[in-house]
């Protein structure tokens, strides 16, 4: 069995740099593990542009760097904020190759703790002694589906980290559930790949993320201020709500949604080709055991 002194799973912004940052570290024995970008690269639409502002979207780095700038300079194609999908994930595999070049891509599927210290089990081949794990395998696992759609077979009712390419739904009746930014962006991106969209959502106002104006006040306020509203990642502030999913039902022999309407009203929504989109994420599961 392989050993090191600290195992990181995870090959993402924050495991790559956190692998970055450990490997300074004279004497550290640093595995680092996961497919680099896998999530961008596989659950996020293509088309998009990130949400985060171009200063909240480098990947640290000890000597800082290897920044967003230092990419755009080393590429022959320019790009600014805000950074196209392709262009960031392009950006975290020149980060990955020049800190983390001997990257394990092997998934971990479980992860025991004796007094010896971490076993690592990956998909394939021998397990893995680490003294310390970190892990960075942020929120992929953790899609959540609301039991309310349990009653629409999975091929009808997705979540949108499932989709890369929306260029399926063309030409189709698309219902998107939730008003956050995952919501409002894919039903934009759906509308422009030819799909007929409706947002259902439960709020009754729409929250934009930041922008140029907003960011602009914000930043008047001065960088104290503005910590506080604004999350570091930039994306904020933040809204926190606790309403139930209960007013959410649908009848798929009518095929139709309805959110907080009386059934009656329903009638009056029909959908003869409904496809549901919910976003969401919740913790409560452990990727790897
Ligand atoms: C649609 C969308 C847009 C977003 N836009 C932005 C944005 O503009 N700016 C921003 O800062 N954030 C954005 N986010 C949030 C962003 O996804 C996370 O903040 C960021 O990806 C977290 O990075 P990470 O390194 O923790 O995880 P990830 O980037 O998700 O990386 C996880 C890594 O773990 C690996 N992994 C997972 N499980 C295992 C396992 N069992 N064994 C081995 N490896 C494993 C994966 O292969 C991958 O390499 C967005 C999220 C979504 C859904």
Wanted: hydrophobic residues 40%; neutral net charge.
């Amino acid at each position: 069995m392989s050993k090191c002194d600290v195992a990181i799973i995870g090959a993402g912004p924050y495991g790559l740099s956190a692998s970055a940052h450990l490997r300074t570290l004279k004497g550290l024995d640093v595995q680092t593990f996961g497919e680099p970008m896998s999530f961008w690269s596989r659950n996020m639409p293509i088309g998009m542009f990130l949400r985060s502002g171009w200063a909240a979207s480098h990947i640290a780095d000890p000597n800082q760097s290897l920044t967003l700038d230092a990419y755009r300079e080393s590429s022959s194609d320019y790009f600014s904020s805000p950074v196209p999908l392709e262009r960031f994930i392009e950006y975290g595999l020149w980060y990955q190759r020049q800190t983390v070049p001997g990257l394990d891509q092997r998934k971990i599927i479980r992860i025991e703790h004796d007094a010896m210290g971490f076993q690592l089990f990956p998909e394939e081949g021998e397990a893995v002694l680490a003294r310390h794990v970190v892990i960075a395998v942020g929120i992929g696992s953790f899609a959540w589906r609301p039991p309310e759609f349990a009653v629409l077979p999975n091929s009808l009712a997705t979540h949108t980290s499932e989709h890369r390419d929306f260029r399926r739904f063309a030409g189709k009746q698309v219902i998107v559930i939730g008003s956050g930014q995952s919501a409002l962006e894919s039903a934009a991106l759906l509308h422009e790949d030819g799909a007929e969209v409706e947002i259902i959502a439960r709020s009754s106002q729409i929250r934009w993320l930041g922008g140029v104006v907003s960011r602009a006040i914000h930043s008047g306020l001065g960088p104290r201020i503005s910590k506080l509203l604004y999350a570091p990642t930039d994306v904020g502030p933040a809204v926190i709500s606790n309403s139930e999913l209960a007013q959410e039902s649908f009848d798929t022999s009518r095929r139709c949604a309805m959110v907080d309407r009386a059934p009656e009203e329903c009638a009056h929504t029909p959908r003869p080709d409904d496809y549901v989109c919910r976003p969401g994420w919740r913790a409560n599961k452990c990727p790897a055991r």
